[in-house]
């Protein structure tokens, strides 16, 4: 069994190209779960010949205690394959620092060939290993689609603005700042960057000028609305003729990475959780924490940008998603996330009125929750409904937005409520509750003012 657990095997090792590891060291059972090629071992250094592949060497002096005559040997081994294959040397004898920091014994290994290797020390290996061949395979990435609420900024721009200019600012952003310069980084090795985002496309950009104002300087491209994001995805992988191996999607949310998966499986993917030391740790164990050679390019970025621009407009599409919710009424433990929902929720919200507990004893409070394949939501929603069968506000989290989830609500609310009305206040924001309602008949609509 592999010791390196929750690393998943990259599409890469599924190329043409043979991958051999020759060490002195018995280091298959710990990397062959992870790193699937052609393993020798052998004291002598007696490795068969090949031609047109990629070869690792994996030497430590830790345990063997070389000669100089042993050090020029293994120097010139390495050299003679290097002629006609791709190479990478690990090993502490001529200035890799890795194996020296990573070398001690580990009996929990057993004793193949006295392991002087930790298990951290084969997971950094194995990490090494994918770089390597990712980068000879493929190079580094050549794209990355990143989402913009609670990826690039603590919140939901439509939501939260004045919260977020504040939270910015606090050392509990520190990995959205971070993240913002990794992607800067990126940028100037000639790599393009596009936010893919629901919002607005001004809203988009309101957010973009408040992180950073020469944003248009690294970023290529704003890709904004309601479009299924993995639909939005492939038109833009058509268009710039970039492929999907190349790209890297990153979003908060798993229901989004998991329909990318599901329908853009050579899709890189990696969640962000307000977290920029798991986001690298979780690149680096999949070969993806990479830089490319280049440096930026202004007319190859621009040349892009006039392959992206502008935007055809896709038709409306619903994520199949299975998911599955509670509906509850009147529940008091959800009482608070009700009146957050009431001040924060701006897309889809029919009324939107910030609420206190004084004035929810007015009316009959359905909420939910929601799961699906990708995880549990929690509570996203809430209808209120008056004593005079008026739905005075019926709110959901964008979060839970794309799959009909707030179709399968209204239905079931109306089989427990007859509703005669609907309140509606039309806003700049709340287009999608516009869409939505748009699809109700037979109940008259309260527009209010």
Known sequence: MSIITNFKLNHFFSSSMNIYVFSDLYVEPHLAQEIPAKYYYSESYDFPLVDNAILVFIFSDLYKNYSRSSSREIKRLVDEYDNSNSVLLLSDLHGNAIISDISHYDFSFGFYAQMPLSKVGIEKIAIEIKSFIRYTLRGALKCYFVDLDNTLIPGVWEEDKEAIVDEYQKPSSGSFHSLKMFLKKQASYGAQVIIISKNDQSSIIDALEFIDSGWNQWITHVDSGWGVKYERINQMLARTSISAEDCLVVDDNPIELGSIEEHIPLMNRQIFKNNFQYFVCDLKSKGLYLFGQASFNEERKNHFKRQLSPSSKLKKQNLKIDFKYNLFENNPAHVERVIELSSKT????????????????????????????????????????????????????????????????????????????????????????????????????????
């Open 346 to 449: 701006n897309q889809f919200n029919l009324n939107k009125k910030p609420l206190n507990a004084t004035e929810l004893v007015k009316y009959k409070v359905f909420t939910w929750d929601c799961e699906t394949q990708y995880g549990p939501l929690g509570v996203i929603g809430f209808a209120l409904i008056s004593k005079e069968g008026e739905l005075a506000n019926f709110a959901m989290s964008c979060r839970a937005l794309g799959f009909s989830l707030e179709y399968a609500v209204f239905n079931d609310i109306k089989l427990k409520h007859k509703i005669q009305s609907i309140a509606f206040k039309k806003t700049d924001k709340n287009k999608v509750a516009q869409v939505f309602l748009d699809t109700i008949a037979g109940i008259s609509l309260e527009v209010l003012s």
